[in-house]
């Protein structure tokens, strides 16, 4: 049976920290979802209403275009040890870039890593747990490098052409605010 919490318990939180996997979801007010896979040791909770991750160079920059659009997101955390459980998160995000005030703030919560483009912080409204029952135990053997190494073999400039190219609008034509300093909260 589904249980609803208006923060993020101690418990909570401890699930979250051994988790190696979470899910992002996020969509337009017209135009298609997005539900991604985030790895990589980038999730944060910094209080029991707030959260942020280290959002990595990817194909596409979806994320940001809708938080930029409605700032609507929920995050799905979900154990595939023996004990079952799924946790949801829904919240309102932003998008901050290493130019926003924020930044100092809040990249030291990180470990510098290869790739990384800006930080999504959400504000929590609600988590909700479910069993989790149906989903299957799988063991985590380790983290893939591909994307670290990808990134740095790009460099810095390497990686600033590539947002240029490739992650300045949504798949459904919306702006996502890379590059450009008045755009982001």
């Known amino acids: 049976m589904a249980k609803f919490y208006p923060e993020l318990t101690d418990s909570l939180q401890r699930f979250i920290g051994e988790q190696k996997l979470f899910f992002t979801a996020t969509a337009p007010t017209n135009g298609r979802v997005n539900l991604s896979p985030k790895g990589i040791d980038t999730f944060r909770c910094l209080d029991r ?8 160079t990817g194909s596409g920059n979806e994320t940001s275009a809708h938080l930029q659009e409605n700032g609507r997101i929920t995050l799905m955390f979900c154990s595939f040890g023996e004990s079952p459980l799924i946790l949801r998160i ?8 290493s130019h926003h005030p924020q930044w100092q703030t809040l990249y030291p919560h ?3 890593t290869p790739g990384e483009r800006q930080i999504i912080v959400i504000q929590v409204q609600s988590a909700q747990t ?3 029952h149906g989903v299957p135990v799988y063991e985590f053997q380790r ?11 790009k460099g810095e400039a390497g990686l600033q052409q590539y947002w240029h190219d490739k992650n300045q609008v949504s798949i459904d034509g919306l702006p996502t605010g890379i590059g450009q300093t008045n755009l982001d909260h």
Do not use: N
């Open 49 to 56: 209403q707030t959260v942020a991750y280290l959002d990595l």
């Open 90 to 97: 829904y919240g309102q995000g932003e998008v901050v870039r």
């Open 110 to 112: 990180f470990s510098p």
């Open 130 to 132: 479910s069993c989790g």
């Open 143 to 153: 983290d893939r490098e591909e994307m670290i190494r990808w990134a740095e073999k």
